[in-house]
Every structure is written in structure tokens, then in C-alpha cells.
């Protein structure tokens, strides 16, 4: 699944003309999909990945993009806790891997990036 960016919105809805995270037209390969109780979606997105660098990776709010390709990725898997629903890779859905992730924990890297390929290949 692959957005564009047509809106930049900062934490509270507002519409702003500069993001530290997102660039107006760039489009995007979702890496997830969060619903909260309240039905507001978002999108997991990679946001910057410099060359040599952990990548940062960022959820956003369905109105800053438009679809541009709808092909769900083969590793996706939907989930629910509490709070919200959602659709990522399995492999990230296990205990911890975000917190690992987050923290640069050398181990989720692979498991990040393989999952990550996956998404990109198959819908490039």
C-alpha cells in the first residue's frame, strides 16, 4: 500500500506548511495501519531513513495522504488490543519489537528490515 502526501497536519489537526517528519508529495509506503475507538486512522509509515542511519518510523493521520496503490502486503496481519485495531507484519507484532526497535536494539533490525522488504517488493 503506498500513499502521497497532500496535507501537513501537526498533533492537534491543524494544518501547518512545514513537518519535521513528512514532505508534501512525497509518496510513501505504509507499513501499517492503526484504528482507534474512536475511528480515527493512521498510517505507519517510514519517515527517514539516511543512508547509515536507523530508520525512523512514524505514525500520521489518514488526512495528511491519498491512496495511490491499495496492494496489501502478504506479511500484514490484523491485530486488537484495548486501545485500537490494526494491520502489520507478524513478525512485528510480537512482544516488545517496537520497543526494541525504538530503542535500536541491534536484533529488531533484521526483522525490520525483512518485513520492510517484503512491503517494498511487493508493491514497488
Not at 512525497?26 to 474512536?38: A, L, P
Not at 519489537?97 to 533490525?109: G, L, R, S, T
Given at each position: 500500500?503506498?500513499?502521497?502526501?497532500?496535507?501537513?497536519?501537526?498533533?492537534?489537526?491543524?494544518?501547518?506548511?512545514?513537518?519535521?517528519?513528512l514532505?508534501?508529495g512525497?509518496?510513501?509506503?505504509?507499513?501499517?495501519?492503526?484504528?482507534?475507538?474512536?475511528g480515527?486512522?493512521?498510517?505507519?509509515?517510514?519517515?527517514?531513513?539516511?543512508?547509515?542511519?536507523?530508520?525512523?518510523?512514524?505514525?500520521?493521520?489518514?488526512?495528511?495522504?491519498?491512496?495511490?496503490?491499495?496492494?496489501?502486503?502478504?506479511?500484514?496481519?490484523?491485530?486488537?488490543?484495548?486501545?485500537?485495531?490494526?494491520?502489520?507484519?507478524?513478525?512485528?507484532?510480537?512482544?516488545?519489537?517496537?520497543?526494541?526497535?525504538?530503542?535500536?536494539?541491534?536484533?529488531?533490525?533484521?526483522?525490520?528490515?525483512?518485513?520492510?522488504?517484503i512491503?517494498?517488493?511487493?508493491?514497488?
Open positions: 500500500m503506498k500513499i502521497k502526501c497532500v496535507r501537513l497536519l501537526d498533533a492537534d489537526g491543524r494544518e501547518v506548511e512545514f513537518s519535521p517528519w514532505t508534501l512525497r509518496v510513501y509506503h505504509v507499513m501499517s495501519i492503526f484504528v482507534d475507538k474512536e480515527h486512522c493512521s498510517y505507519g509509515i517510514i519517515t527517514s531513513h539516511p543512508n547509515g542511519e536507523w530508520p525512523q518510523m512514524n505514525s500520521h493521520a489518514e488526512e495528511c495522504f491519498e491512496i495511490i496503490s491499495k496492494v496489501v502486503p502478504s506479511n500484514w496481519r490484523e491485530w486488537k488490543d484495548d486501545t485500537c485495531t490494526g494491520v502489520s507484519p507478524a513478525a512485528w507484532q510480537t512482544d516488545n519489537f517496537y520497543e526494541a526497535f525504538y530503542d535500536h536494539d541491534p536484533v529488531a533490525y533484521p526483522i525490520f528490515e525483512r518485513e520492510r522488504d512491503i517494498l517488493r511487493e508493491d514497488p
